[in-house]
């Protein structure tokens, strides 16, 4: 006997090894609960957070913009209505006033991390008799690439941009049969054109935003769009991107402006990952239950089984509470040994999706990460569960008789 | 005045009832109205036909049941008066228990089912501990199978080995409920000889329950139970009363 434990441990661990085969069974089941959780969660983790990668490495956390232009109904005070139906206006290119003013304000804000302004809007990029309808977008280099990593997304040339310089993406370079150096046509609605020259083709991953989007510096772009010295954007980022759409509201009441976050311009993404979550929540629950459902059974029949010695243990004077222990135990031990094996488990599954889930060039779908404070739930959860499943059987073994016990 | 014993009785019980199925139709008395006076020292036998009573008087004395009236002192401790953990406390310290079949622990060694009383009393297993149960086994002829499981022994020795933890608190009162009912004339008559022998160097109290009228002729004092009374035998008179 252990002399560092104490009486409830050792009648609990000799009982279990005692049962090995009931014991390795309920481990078991337990094991593969939690592998399946550990698994499930790190996968769903790794989605959520390869879609939050892919959103946000080409968009700002919050976009500030002008007030939209409404329509306002004409009134007349004499008969207390409406004299006419406005219709709305269509929505202006216009800038939004002060912006250097307002980026100062922004930049002010804790957890405001960058601000970049920007001028964007339909231009069409012309080569001899082809002409493509682009978004085109005027940026300073410094803080927009800290909120679209451009020179990472560059496949050709560089991110720099000079006066007279432009980016485009590769499939618009491809439709207009362009190339690095080369020069191209940028007219604008208002019938301003002017050449610039292929300075970087980027990929952002996303077919459409390669065959529209044309980034030029922020002046070039203002006199393109008409906007000389005005920005129609302000694009932010902040410390914690989950807090953008708080954020935001915050933005628009100081600033009176239009503040959109990212979680609400995909709000649509947003709901189906919570209903991702939430399913798998429930599928965690119930492998948790039948998982705690095993164990209780296992537990139930070994109270019946030991009733005699449970009996015996009372005849000796062991207490209630010692006996409720004992059993308790039992329970957390088999849930904690089910985590450590299924947390192995889980772990090797995550390896085997590691080498197997691979695109056809072989680079991975994901990155799938295992974060040790999900080993660290996974016990917890596992041992609290073992506990929780043990306490009808502990409690209906505790209230033994113990003449009946014995008796059998 | 009468003389009163420096030491109360290791066992007093003063009209002891027990009755089941209080309240309903079916509501039966075993047990009417019971005295018993039982020394420091006695080795008795407790014998009756079956259904007589005894195994629940047994269970009574041994605190493993609470009577329905009357009164129940062991060592002079009046246990109606005790709360279901005090009285398990003195069941633990006070009163040990050999089983027909002696029951002992599956899951532990000879050593560690002779260790159990004071593990469970003291909570934690000590060297102390391990050295009284050691010495308890070489007592009773087992120190060469202390690490054998219970069930790797025969059942003269499972018994043995329940004697051994029936001593490990050093009670006051052996409760033995046919002790020998399960083994061979030549096992049997060891078990016996060795309760003597116990009782005859500790001054331990046995209560035996059997119903070997061969076994219980060898034990000075039988008390017979039949229909819930104590009808004859050398019935101890309660204490005389002061004058």
């Keep these: 006997m252990n002399p560092l434990l104490p009486f409830e441990w050792i009648a609990a661990v000799r009982f279990l090894k005692e049962g090995r085969a009931q014991t390795l069974l309920t481990v ?55 004299i006419a139906t406005i219709q709305a206006p269509a929505q202006k290119l216009r800038s939004i006033d002060q912006w250097q003013k307002i ?110 989007s044309v980034f030029v510096p922020l002046r070039a772009a203002q006199n393109l769009l008409g906007l000389q010295g005005g920005a129609n954007a302000l694009d932010i980022n902040v410390a914690d991107p989950m807090t953008a759409e708080s954020m935001a509201l915050r933005m628009a009441a100081e600033t009176g402006l239009q503040a959109d976050s990212w979680i609400k311009t995909f709000d649509q993404l947003f709901t189906s990952l919570r209903t991702q979550t939430a399913a798998n929540r429930a599928i965690q629950f119930f492998v948790g239950l039948a998982v705690a459902l095993g164990i209780a059974s296992v537990l139930v029949v070994s109270v019946v089984q030991r009733s005699k010695e449970i009996g015996i243990l009372r005849a000796m004077g062991a207490s209630r509470g010692q006996i409720l222990r004992i059993f308790l135990l039992q329970g957390a031990i ?9 947390s192995a488990l889980g772990a090797g599954f995550v390896q085997l999706w590691r080498i197997f889930a691979r695109n056809p060039d072989g680079t991975p779908f994901f990155v799938i990460t ?12 596992a041992t609290l569960t073992g506990l929780l499943a043990a306490l009808m059987p502990a409690i209906s073994a505790s209230r033994l008789n113990p003449v009946e016990a014995i008796r059998g | 005045m009468a003389d009163i014993p420096a030491t109360p009785p290791v066992l007093r019980l003063e009209g002891v009832r027990r009755s089941f199925g209080i309240g309903t139709d079916v509501e039966i008395e075993i047990l009417h109205g019971i005295d018993l006076v039982i020394e420091q020292g006695e080795f008795c036998a407790l014998i009756g036909p079956s259904g007589s009573g005894k195994s629940t008087l047994l269970n009574i004395i041994g605190l493993l049941d609470r009577a329905t009236a009357g009164k129940v002192f062991i060592m002079g401790a009046d246990t109606d008066s005790l709360a279901d953990a005090e009285l398990t406390r003195l069941r633990s310290r006070r009163i040990g228990f050999v089983f027909q079949n002696a029951l002992l622990i599956p899951a532990f060694t ?70 020998t009912g399960n083994l061979d004339t030549k096992s049997a008559e060891s078990v016996l000889a060795l309760m003597r022998e116990v009782n005859l160097a500790n001054r331990t109290t046995f209560l035996i329950v059997t119903h070997n009228m061969e076994l219980a002729r060898q034990t000075d004092r039988i008390i017979e139970v039949v229909d819930g009374r104590i009808s004859t035998g050398t019935n101890t008179p309660l204490l005389p009363a002061v004058a």
């Design chain 1, 103 to 212: 980026r100062a304000l922004l930049q002010s804000i804790p957890d405001v991390t960058v601000v970049s302004p920007s001028v964007s809007g339909a231009a069409f990029a012309v080569r001899g008799d082809a002409s493509k309808a682009i978004t085109l977008s005027g940026i300073e280099s410094e803080p927009f690439y800290k909120i679209v990593n451009l020179p990472e997304k560059i496949i050709s040339g560089s991110a720099r941009l000079a006066a007279n310089d432009m980016l485009v993406g590769s499939q618009l370079a491809i439709n207009l049969g362009v190339g690095l150096g080369e020069k191209i046509h940028i007219r604008s609605a208002t019938g301003i054109d002017e050449i610039y020259t292929i300075s970087g083709i980027f990929d952002l991953g996303n077919r459409g935003a390669n065959e529209r």
């Design chain 2, 110 to 179: 000879a050593l560690e089912n002779v260790m159990m009383p004071q593990l469970v009393d003291r909570g934690w297993p000590d060297e102390a501990m391990r050295r009284n149960a050691e010495s308890l086994l070489g007592r009773v002829g087992l120190a060469a199978r202390k690490d054998n499981l219970a069930n790797a022994m025969s059942g003269g020795q499972q018994q043995r080995v329940a004697i051994a933890r029936a001593l490990a608190m050093n009670p006051a009162l052996i409760l033995a409920d046919e002790p």
């Design chain 1, 28 to 82: 078991v089941g337990a094991s593969v609960g939690v592998a399946v959780v550990v698994f499930m969660s790190a996968l769903l983790l790794a989605v959520q957070a390869n879609i939050f990668t892919r959103i946000l490495s080409t968009q700002p956390h919050i976009a500030i913009s002008p007030p939209k232009d409404e329509a306002r109904p004409l009134r007349d005070p004499r008969i207390a209505g409406e």
């Design chain 1, 370 to 381: 295992l974060a040790p404070g999900l080993f660290l739930i996974a016990g917890l959860v």
């Design chain 1, 334 to 342: 088999v849930g904690l040994l089910g985590s450590i094996v299924g």
